[in-house]
């Protein structure tokens, strides 16, 4: 039975994105048919030039799929590729190569009840809970084993799991088509701290101080509170980070990639990172504390806000914040195309939080982080 299914899955899926579409019947496996599928990953090592976190996964998934009867799928971070929750919504399963045994599942909580949004071929609909989770576990970049799990057994797992509201901007298609550039117009922070600007020195004096305290100190200024006197305007900002536009940027998976964009913001304010310095980021908001800014690399249209809404007034609840709201901030959104060694920035818009919800869509919207420890994960792969 499982040998026709990945025949017809072979000669259907022309394209490779068979397995971003919902399923239908006729193609469906069992859990039994995928375990025994791909209990053939197991002793395959990962290629040497395979071998950073983000690759090895990709690399995985690729190998994974082929086993199933899919074609190469251009990508796994294309809008197509993003369109589902679970991801390979063609099998309603979603997988995860593990060297360690802390699992974490974005976007959805696995073992709910609510109907996975999705336009429905079948004869029926499906629910997160339904979901199969496909866990791979490799060692030193070989593949030991695998072990699926139907989503409802991880409510068994997970003693911690949370489901966080968070907001959510929405970058519209005209927008990122049409700008390279974009400055806003207000810039509350200097009302907020009582600082003229007229009243600043030069840009580049100010930019010359900068880079003059950097190099007095061991650790980026960057992460120093707010400094009225070397704030950089919103066009200010704006036209120093112009020159990005055009650049590329490495793609080391989202949160790294996210501070590899956020470090290159920096050091084109005049701050300086030593090799091992990933970002300026100190963990909380906003993420360049010196200019007041938060940064935000996007190639796909959701813009994940975090807790704060950008026009918030209330005042942060922080002995370095002086008085400051998130409505002061500087968003710097950097607007990116994926290529084929990571990304290239295709625009920049600088905008405070006063303003963000002129430029950018805001929702309330569910961003959930399950995290576990997966039982056993040792024993995978290993007749356990």
């Known amino acids: 039975m499982a040998g026709s299914k990945k025949e017809k899955i072979n000669r259907l899926d022309s394209d490779g994105e068979l397995i971003y579409q919902p399923p239908h019947k006729d193609t469906l496996y069992t859990i039994d048919e995928l375990e025994s599928l791909l209990a053939g990953l197991a002793g395959y090592e990962v290629p040497k030039d395979k071998r950073n976190p983000v690759q090895t996964s990709h690399w995985i998934k690729r190998k994974a799929l082929e086993l199933l009867g899919y074609n190469d799928p251009e990508g796994f971070r294309t809008k197509v590729a993003k369109k589902h929750k679970p991801k390979f919504i063609h099998q309603v399963m979603d997988l995860f190569a593990q060297s360690r045994d802390n699992l974490q599942i974005w976007g959805y909580i696995p073992y709910t009840d609510a109907e996975i949004e999705a336009d429905w071929r079948y004869d029926r609909t499906f629910e997160f809970s339904e979901t199969r989770i496909v866990i791979v576990r490799h060692e030193d970049y070989i593949i030991r084993g695998i072990r699926i799990v139907e989503a409802e057994e991880l409510a068994l797992w997970d003693a911690t799991g949370t489901e966080t509201f968070k907001w959510q901007g ?20 200097f009302d907020t701290l009582g600082i003229r600007q007229e009243e600043l020195d030069s840009l580049e004096e100010r930019i010359e101080t900068i880079e003059e305290k950097e190099s007095g100190t061991s650790t980026s200024l960057a992460v120093e509170k707010p400094d009225p006197s070397l704030l950089l305007t919103v066009e200010e900002i704006g036209q ?15 949160r790294v990639t996210g ?34 800014i938060e940064t935000k690399f996007q190639d796909s249209p959701t813009i994940d806000l975090g807790r704060h809404h950008p026009d918030d007034e209330d005042v942060l609840e922080s002995d370095w914040s002086e008085g400051l709201a998130p409505r002061d901030a500087r968003y710097v959104v950097g607007l990116a195309d994926e290529v084929e060694d990571g990304y290239e920035i295709t625009g920049v818009a600088v905008v405070s939080g006063d303003e963000f919800s002129e430029y950018f869509s805001i929702t309330e919207g569910t961003n959930s982080k399950v995290q576990m420890t997966i039982p056993d994960f040792e024993s995978i792969g290993e007749g356990g």
């Open 259 to 292: 501070q590899l964009f956020e470090k290159e913001v920096a050091k084109r304010l005049g701050y300086a990172f030593t090799d091992t310095e990933l970002s300026a980021d100190t963990g909380s908001f906003p993420d360049i504390r010196h200019q007041f």
């Open 170 to 189: 929405f970058i519209s298609d005209s927008f990122r088509q049409a700008t390279t550039l974009e400055t806003g117009d207000s810039d509350p922070i």
């Open 240 to 254: 120093r980070l112009q020159p990005l536009v055009g650049e590329r940027i490495r793609d080391e998976g989202e």
